[in-house]
């Protein structure tokens, strides 16, 4: 059945018996994706380092000519996993994907963002918003099912050719670390279904009936011997990624990504700042101060950041402070770059550096973020503290917003 569109003077939708401006509700960031030069190094950097596991590679090399993916490079990308959803982070070979998704010709300064993903509660929101955005003539990439992953889905673009998911349902990979069996995939769907659909448990019975081997999937494993205690537990470097997000975009015209980000995917503006003259706008999917934030394009230069990409930087929120710290010093023994920003660019944020990948992407780490409650504000900016980032203390003071927010679900690893 499809969600009903009620009678006002403004379009509404019941989204789950909830009137709604939009035929969905996202509620959270799912994960996101870099395009990179070479996704060898990018693993030492994801996977040994930072502690991602890879959930499934896949090898685009199949889909072009083998003369061309010689002269291109890598083909092989990575799904990857800081809990047990089937992938929170991507890295892809950016000429191999470039040659096939001739998106990176028409918008260049996209081309190193694989994309934003955003979650919704159903597959019901992701058929209505498939076509509520068909049918206001928005741009689609392309929609369906992702495998692996198994996840419903349609991208719609951004204004600068940026790729956002919205989907329903991903993979979950349980306490035996094996993705789903390729045998499983079945048909790959170029739309969303027509509904009701068959549950994923059904789809998992009905394989095992038929002889599909449960663990012929991929299963990560560990880079690092387990010699760092984390929490009271083992692990292979000394903290935790518990969360993704948010995800920081430069923008050439920050009313139109506005019209994007705000108006069609609904997210909401939680504060805006002016830093050295450029307007800085923070949106949140949910009770985090923000999730996505947008720059003008001429800060980029001021920061010394990464020319010719749009990505400001990308989030990964560690289990505490005393992670943070270690996570600083033991990337930098490991040869890593550290870079500071100004604190005033992630409002919200206190203690936090920013990691720099191979190909020169800014990843943000951080331990704690504002959470917002039912009147929707976010704390006053004289109101927070202001930290020195060249000096930083023992132990922190706790406020109401420490340990709050999107927790960490099951083992560490």
Same mark, same amino acid.
């Given at each position: 059945?499809? +969600?009903?569109?009620?009678?006002?003077?403004?379009?509404?939708?019941?989204?789950?018996?909830?009137?709604?401006?939009?035929?969905?509700?996202?509620?959270?960031?799912? /994960?996101?994706?870099?395009?990179?030069?070479?996704?060898?190094?990018?693993?030492? *950097?994801?996977?040994?380092?930072?502690?991602?596991?890879?959930?499934?590679?896949?090898?685009?090399?199949?889909?072009?000519?083998?003369?061309?993916?010689? %002269?291109?490079?890598?083909?092989?990308?990575?799904?990857?996993?800081?809990?047990?959803?089937? /992938?929170?982070?991507? *890295?892809?070979?950016?000429?191999?994907?470039?040659?096939?998704?001739?998106?990176?010709?028409?918008?260049?300064?996209?081309?190193?963002?694989?994309?934003?993903?955003?979650?919704?509660?159903?597959?019901?929101?992701?058929?209505?918003?498939?076509?509520? *955005?068909?049918?206001?003539?928005?741009?689609?990439?392309?929609?369906?099912?992702?495998?692996?992953?198994?996840?419903?889905?349609?991208?719609?673009?951004?204004?600068?050719? /940026?790729?956002?998911?919205?989907?329903?349902?991903?993979?979950?990979?349980?306490?035996?670390?094996?993705?789903?069996?390729?045998?499983?995939?079945?048909?790959?769907?170029? %739309?969303?279904?027509?509904?009701?659909?068959?549950?994923?448990?059904?789809?998992?019975?009905?394989?095992?009936?038929?002889?599909?081997?449960? +663990?012929?999937?991929?299963?990560?494993?560990?880079?690092?011997?387990?010699?760092?205690?984390?929490?009271?537990?083992?692990?292979?470097?000394?903290? %935790?990624? /518990?969360?993704?997000?948010?995800?920081?975009?430069?923008?050439?015209?920050?009313?139109?990504?506005?019209?994007?980000?705000?108006?069609?995917?609904?997210?909401?503006?939680?504060?805006?700042?002016?830093?050295?003259?450029?307007?800085?706008?923070?949106?949140?999917?949910?009770?985090?101060?923000?999730?996505?934030?947008?720059?003008?394009?001429?800060?980029?230069?001021?920061?010394?950041?990464?020319?010719? +990409?749009?990505?400001?930087?990308?989030?990964?929120?560690?289990?505490?402070?005393?992670?943070?710290?270690?996570?600083?010093?033991?990337? %930098?023994?490991?040869?890593?770059?550290?870079?500071?920003?100004?604190?005033?660019?992630?409002?919200?944020?206190?203690?936090?550096?920013?990691?720099?990948?191979?190909?020169?992407?800014?990843?943000?780490?951080?331990?704690?973020?504002?959470?917002?409650?039912?009147?929707?504000?976010?704390?006053?900016?004289?109101?927070?503290?202001?930290?020195?980032?060249?000096?930083?203390?023992?132990?922190?003071?706790?406020?109401?917003?420490?340990?709050?927010?999107?927790?960490?679900?099951?083992?560490?690893?």
């Amino acid at each position: 059945m499809n +969600t009903t569109v009620l009678p006002s003077t403004q379009e509404e939708f019941l989204v789950g018996g909830v009137r709604l401006p939009r035929p969905f509700k996202i509620r959270r960031l799912g /994960h996101f994706g870099v395009n990179v030069l070479d996704p060898e190094v990018s693993k030492h *950097f994801y996977c040994n380092l930072l502690g991602f596991r890879i959930a499934d590679p896949l090898d685009f090399g199949p889909r072009l000519p083998a003369e061309e993916v010689a %002269k291109l490079g890598p083909s092989v990308g990575y799904f990857c996993r800081h809990g047990t959803e089937h /992938h929170s982070f991507v *890295f892809f070979p950016r000429k191999v994907y470039g040659a096939l998704n001739k998106l990176s010709t028409e918008f260049p300064m996209a081309g190193g963002i694989n994309q934003i993903t955003w979650q919704v509660g159903s597959l019901q929101e992701v058929s209505d918003g498939f076509d509520w *955005f068909s049918q206001r003539g928005k741009r689609i990439h392309r929609a369906g099912r992702d495998l692996p992953g198994s996840n419903w889905h349609f991208y719609p673009l951004d204004p600068t050719g /940026h790729v956002n998911e919205l989907f329903y349902g991903i993979e979950q990979i349980g306490w035996d670390g094996y993705s789903k069996p390729k045998n499983m995939y079945g048909t790959r769907h170029v %739309k969303p279904p027509m509904l009701p659909h068959k549950s994923e448990y059904s789809e998992v019975i009905e394989a095992d009936q038929s002889g599909v081997p449960m +663990t012929a999937g991929w299963r990560a494993e560990e880079f690092n011997q387990e010699t760092y205690d984390v929490g009271g537990v083992l692990l292979g470097r000394p903290f %935790k990624v /518990h969360k993704i997000g948010p995800v920081r975009l430069f923008t050439d015209d920050m009313e139109q990504s506005l019209g994007f980000y705000r108006d069609d995917l609904g997210l909401r503006i939680t504060e805006e700042v002016i830093y050295n003259g450029h307007r800085c706008v923070f949106l949140r999917a949910n009770t985090e101060h923000h999730s996505m934030a947008l720059y003008p394009s001429a800060l980029r230069a001021e920061l010394g950041l990464r020319a010719d +990409t749009n990505l400001m930087s990308f989030g990964m929120q560690l289990g505490s402070y005393s992670q943070l710290k270690d996570a600083v010093a033991y990337l %930098k023994q490991h040869g890593v770059t550290i870079k500071m920003l100004p604190q005033e660019l992630s409002p919200g944020i206190d203690y936090c550096a920013y990691a720099i990948d191979p190909d020169g992407n800014a990843m943000q780490l951080y331990w704690n973020m504002e959470q917002l409650g039912w009147d929707g504000k976010p704390r006053p900016a004289a109101q927070r503290a202001r930290i020195d980032l060249d000096h930083w203390p023992e132990s922190v003071a706790g406020n109401e917003d420490a340990y709050n927010g999107e927790i960490f679900l099951g083992p560490l690893a």
